[in-house]
């Protein structure tokens, strides 16, 4: 069953083939990293404008290193939502536009349900169940239990920033560029990660969700109580930066793992799964790699070409739809809000 998948729901515009849920055919990201860049962060109509332009070649470059003509394809799988709705629309009318003209099923993908999806594809289907998902992006930081793929509860989510939405603040604030993971993860390296204490709190409604927003706010009132300027040069910021920012960062690796932790311990799953852009994070793949030797659990997570945004991962959740029936009419619009609960389309 072969697979054409778009992604186009942020700042990546992306197109991937699988095979059966698992084997990529080919997978092709474009990246808009660097026209985001001198604005800090995403600008939505940028986005839409450069996946215009940019999605055509990225879905005959991934069909042409699959070796296939469409109509060899079985179905098409979009991205439906959540993310950008500009973005989203102009991924939508071309896979429908795909799907159209060679008659082939269209299929709706929630973009997390991609993510939960990514370590299926680089543990070859291999994945003990139930699993415990940590998705942890720029847009997400959901705790989900997944008891079969396509299925999932909602278990623990941020009430503010999502934990790569801080990274991304916090690199904009200090001066390091845009996106902040990466340029934090590297400076952070070698640095003293004990300088400041950068502890977050438990949420005291016992409630067992994430938020990010005070350690945001503790990094501000740092920077302006040592008057700390914005990096001059954001490639060696600096002791007092890199200190700074890997301070934060193991701030936010060990709030995530005490609750994915905490989690673990109280539903006994077969297995763990980090997935999201932020899974890229060198610090908290090690020390979700010891959590899971702890606790004597697989852990799954995806190379980092699948950690953050591609389309393979959207064939792969697209798969899993297809089998359970999911169609989407000619009808389909992008819905930029979903929650991942309300996303277990019924078959049409
Ligand atoms: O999953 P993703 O590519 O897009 C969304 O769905 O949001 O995640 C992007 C996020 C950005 O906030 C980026 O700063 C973060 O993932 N990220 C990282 C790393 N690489 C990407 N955060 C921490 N460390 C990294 N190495
Ligand atoms: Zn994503």
């Avoid at 604005?39 to 996946?51: C, I, K, T, W």
């Avoid at 394809?73 to 993310?83: E, K, S």
């Avoid at 040592?226 to 990096?231: D, G, H, R, T, V």
């Avoid at 297995?271 to 959590?291: D, F, I, K, P």
Wanted: charged residues 20%; contains cysteine.
């Amino acid at each position: 069953m072969k697979l054409l998948a778009i992604e186009t729901s942020c700042d990546e515009t992306a197109a991937a083939v699988v095979e059966d849920g698992q084997h990529i055919l080919a997978s092709v990201v474009s990246t808009q990293a660097a026209v985001h860049a001198p604005y800090g962060g995403v600008v939505p109509e940028l986005a839409s404008r450069h996946h215009i332009e940019n999605l055509c070649p990225v879905v005959t470059q991934a069909m042409a290193e699959a070796g296939l003509d469409y109509p060899q394809l079985d179905a098409v799988a979009v991205t439906q939502g959540p993310g950008l709705v500009g973005s989203l629309l102009v991924g939508l009318q071309a896979a429908k536009g795909i799907a159209l003209v060679h008659g082939l099923p269209l299929v709706p993908v929630h973009h997390i349900a991609g993510h939960i999806q990514a370590p299926f594809l680089s543990a070859g289907g291999r994945i003990e169940l139930p699993t415990l998902a940590l998705v942890v992006s720029g847009g997400h930081t959901h705790l989900y239990d997944v008891p079969e793929p396509g299925t999932y509860r909602l278990l623990g989510r941020t009430r503010d920033d999502a934990a790569g939405e801080a990274f991304d603040k916090v690199a904009k604030l200090l001066g390091l560029g845009y996106p902040g993971g990466p340029v934090i993860d590297r400076l952070a390296r070698g640095a003293d990660d004990r300088a400041i204490d950068f502890t977050v709190a438990r949420l005291k409604d016992g409630s067992g969700d994430f938020s990010f927003s005070g350690l945001k706010t503790a990094v501000l009132y740092h920077v302006r109580k040592q008057a700390i300027p914005p990096a001059t040069d954001p490639a060696n910021p600096g002791r007092l930066i890199r200190d700074l920012v890997a301070s934060f960062q193991r701030a936010v690796v060990t709030a995530l793992l005490r609750r994915f932790k905490q989690a673990a311990q109280q539903r006994r799953p077969a297995s763990l799964l980090l997935t999201g852009g932020v899974a890229a994070n060198s610090l908290l793949r090690v020390e979700a790699a010891g959590m899971a030797a702890e606790l004597g659990l697989p852990l799954h997570v995806p190379p980092i070409a699948l950690s953050t945004d591609n389309a393979a991962m959207i064939g792969a959740a697209g798969f899993v739809n297809y089998r359970k029936g999911i169609r989407a009419g000619w009808d389909l619009n992008a819905a930029p809000q979903w929650p991942l609960e309300e996303s277990s389309q019924k078959p049409s």
